[in-house]
T-cell receptor, first 116, second 112 residues
Framework: AQTVTQSQPEMSVQEAETVTLSCTYDTSENNYYLFWYKQPPSRQMILVIRQEAYKQQNATENRFSVNFQKAAKSFSLKISDSQLGDTAMYFCAFMKHRNAGNMLTFGGGTRLMVKP | ETGVTQTPRHLVMGMTNKKSLKCEQHLGHNAMYWYKQSAKKPLELMFVYSLEERVENNSVPSRFSPECPNSSHLFLHLHTLQPEDSALYLC???????????FGPGTRLLVL
């Protein structure tokens, strides 16, 4: 079974600064996908970024980028130029390669507070 | 808006009630999911439907009964729930295998 661990329950950052959220996972699979989701106070789960394990290049989406270390089973999220709207719970998630249906395994989440 | 809607957004029910949660996706996706999000616990996958067939049932109690009449609609029928079933129930959909899941806004359920 896969496990996803987010070791930082809460973090804070000043507006316009950079913050990195940690995520590690455990799997015996070689082909899989990793995600970061954001859940603001509205509780709407929003996809932030996705990484395919077979790609060596780290995924980026505007101010969001990841540091994917496959050998270390690490998948951290870097948020640059933090904005007040980035305040949310951030969940790291793992999905293994399957033929039917996608099984997402989530970490426990990191609560990020962006301070003005 | 992600194209996935859920109704109702809030629900309060007694332990003897029967109610249903509804999820609808307007994205043409082939797979739909129910998740439970409790306080201080990671999101738990409850059910997966792919092409309207149930693929996974993660040992969910029988008081939760899913129904997927077509690829756009997913229901979660609830009966004789317990207070510990109080949680946020999230629906998601994806285009198919190995595809990103898109979530609805959730139904916040309180069981008294």
């Amino acid at each position: 079974a896969q496990t996803v661990t987010q070791s930082q329950p809460e973090m804070s950052v000043q507006e316009a600064e950079t913050v990195t959220l940690s995520c590690t996972y455990d799997t015996s699979e070689n082909n899989y996908y990793l995600f970061w989701y954001k859940q603001p106070p509205s509780r709407q789960m929003i996809l932030v970024i996705r990484q395919e394990a077979y790609k060596q290049q780290n995924a980026t989406e505007n101010r969001f980028s990841v540091n994917f270390q496959k050998a270390a089973k690490s998948f951290s999220l870097k948020i640059s130029d933090s904005q007040l709207g980035d305040t949310a719970m951030y969940f790291c998630a793992f999905m293994k390669h399957r033929n039917a249906g996608n099984m997402l395994t989530f970490g426990g989440g990191t609560r990020l507070m962006v301070k003005p | 808006e992600t194209g996935v809607t859920q109704t109702p957004r809030h629900l309060v029910m007694g332990m003897t009630n029967k109610k249903s949660l509804k999820c609808e996706q307007h994205l043409g996706h082939n797979a739909m999911y129910w998740y439970k999000q409790s306080a201080k616990k990671p999101l738990e996958l409850m059910f997966v439907y792919s092409l309207e067939e149930r693929v996974e049932n993660n040992s969910v109690p029988s008081r939760f009964s899913p129904e997927c009449p077509n690829s756009s609609h997913l229901f979660l029928h609830l009966h004789t729930l317990q207070p510990e079933d109080s949680a946020l129930y999230l629906c998601a959909s994806s285009p198919g295998d190995q595809e990103t899941q898109y979530f609805g806004p959730g139904t916040r359920l309180l069981v008294l």
